[in-house]
């Protein structure tokens, strides 16, 4: 059993991390994006019981300057702003408005993102030359194959600089065209040090993305929904994988998808903390994990 307080309500968060022993949490999963966009999203969710077969309302629909500060508050010491494409032409401006995000605001990590075409692996370069140091791709919604030749020099650039992806491959909620593992694997047989942060822990292929976060010393697991009644509803845990989990340690970290979520900030730190895994478990992946991938233990 856990000694770490209970966090019930979102107020009670930095009592939880504080209980802990920790400065504070290194969630690797937040999304912020231009303003038209995020608009589309939020709405595209006000139609999920037609998407998805249930409703998916969005808790923290707020304006930018709200969501920072409710992170602040709660100790999430750098803030991520994901963005990720959906046809091509879109990624470099994307990546232009993330640089701006991050100049205008410390507390933001500089984030970039990319799409099989030409131009990824220059823009690519160019975000990474301005100091981009956490990347996100979407399979899914991009969809696409991570294994495309044009995508060859954008995983080169990004292993060598070592600066991790968040990837969503995963088939849940939505199946795609290319998501599950086979994919992933045939990314990482060419790039084998790629630091790749797999988001909802791959649901519902758990399993499998688990194989390859054991095979592949780079490769992390983040907990984005995962064990929330939201995730149980479209990928049920299966019973055997929580055991697995303790030996991964080192190699989950925390993520919420904050703020396109049903849930309280809260209750996803609550599910990992009645997993019983253990303080140490929580330290590792509420902060070490993602501090370590972020930068912030230097």
């Known amino acids: 059993m856990t000694d770490a307080v209970h966090p019930a309500h979102d107020q009670d968060i930095p009592a939880f991390w504080r209980s802990l022993g920790l400065p504070g949490l290194a969630d690797i999963h937040v999304h912020f994006l231009p303003d038209a966009m995020q608009q589309k999203?939020?709405?595209?969710?006000?139609?999920?019981?037609?998407?998805?077969?249930?409703?998916?309302?969005?808790?923290?629909?707020?304006?930018?300057?709200?969501?920072l500060e409710f992170l602040r508050g709660i100790g999430v010491r750098r803030i991520p702003a994901l963005t990720y494409p959906h046809k091509p032409g879109m990624a470099a401006w994307l990546n232009q408005w993330n640089a701006e995000l991050a100049a205008a605001y410390p507390e933001v990590i500089h984030c970039g993102t990319f799409y099989p075409e030409p131009e990824a692996a220059g823009y690519v370069g160019e975000a990474l030359a301005s100091g981009a140091r956490l990347f996100k791709t979407h399979v899914q919604v991009g969809e696409y194959d991570p294994a495309d030749a044009w995508l060859t020099p954008?995983?080169?650039?990004?292993?060598?600089?070592?600066?991790?992806?968040?990837?969503?491959?995963?088939?849940?909620?939505?199946?795609?065209?290319?998501?599950?593992?086979e994919r992933i694997r045939r990314v990482l047989a060419d790039h084998?040090?790629?630091?790749?942060?797999?988001?909802?822990?791959?649901?519902?292929?758990?399993?499998?993305?688990?194989?390859?976060?054991?095979?592949?010393?780079?490769?992390?697991?983040?907990?984005?929904?995962?064990?929330?009644?939201?995730?149980?509803?479209?990928?049920?845990?299966?019973?055997?994988?929580?055991?697995?989990?303790?030996?991964?340690?080192?190699?989950?970290?925390?993520?919420?998808?904050?703020?396109?979520?049903?849930?309280?900030?809260?209750?996803?730190l609550r599910v990992l903390r009645a997993l019983d895994l253990g303080d140490d478990w929580l330290r590792h992946v509420l902060w070490h994990n993602g501090a370590r991938l972020l930068g912030l233990d230097e």
């Open 192 to 268: 084998p040090r790629l630091v790749l942060v797999i988001a909802h822990m791959g649901m519902p292929e758990y399993h499998g993305f688990a194989d390859i976060a054991e095979e592949y010393e780079n490769v992390h697991l983040d907990t984005t929904i995962v064990f929330t009644e939201l995730a149980e509803y479209f990928a049920p845990v299966p019973e055997d994988y929580i055991g697995r989990l303790g030996a991964l340690k080192k190699k989950i970290v925390l993520g919420t998808d904050f703020p396109t979520i049903p849930h309280t900030y809260a209750e996803q």
């Open 154 to 181: 954008v995983w080169d650039q990004l292993e060598r600089a070592q600066v991790p992806v968040v990837a969503h491959a995963g088939s849940a909620p939505l199946k795609g065209t290319y998501t599950g593992t």
């Open 41 to 67: 999203v939020w709405s595209y969710f006000d139609d999920a019981e037609q998407n998805y077969g249930r409703p998916w309302p969005i808790r923290y629909r707020w304006p930018v300057e709200e969501r």
